[in-house]
């Protein structure tokens, strides 16, 4: 996810370097783009085995985007739902099947102008 380059004077955990690292060995990492992560983030929430979810933009070539410069279009940023999840109980497919009864990357509800992708499993 998107992070402020170099300013390591500052007070704000979200502009730390991500280290990619579950909070323990046993769990991993998905990534979910669907055009708008606030729906998206409640319903990965309430599936059992999800740890934790985080949201953020990726992929675009903005430094330290907002939500106002990400919905101009011009940034190309991905609105994300970061899903930490435990495999033993929720195996990554069971957030594929709830991303795609969620999502649909053909809707014209803005869906279109901002990109569908899923930026994988660390599993």
């Not at 609105?79 to 649909?104: A, G, I």
Request: charged letters at 20%; aromatic letters at 8%.
């Amino acid at each position: 996810m998107a992070t402020s380059g170099g300013d390591e004077g500052h007070n704000n955990p979200a502009l730390d370097p991500d280290l990619d690292i579950p909070d323990t060995p046993d769990l991993q990492f998905a990534e979910f783009g669907s055009g708008c992560f606030w729906g998206a983030e409640l319903a990965f929430q309430r599936i059992e085995g999800v740890v934790k979810t985080q949201v953020g933009y990726t992929q675009g070539h903005t430094p330290d985007p907002n939500y106002k410069l990400v919905c101009t279009g011009t940034t190309n940023h991905v609105e994300v739902v970061r899903v930490q999840f435990d495999p033993k109980v929720c195996p990554y497919e069971n957030l594929l099947v709830l991303f795609w009864s969620r999502h649909d990357p053909t809707s014209i509800n803005r869906q279109v102008r901002k990109s569908t992708e899923i930026i994988g499993s660390n599993g």
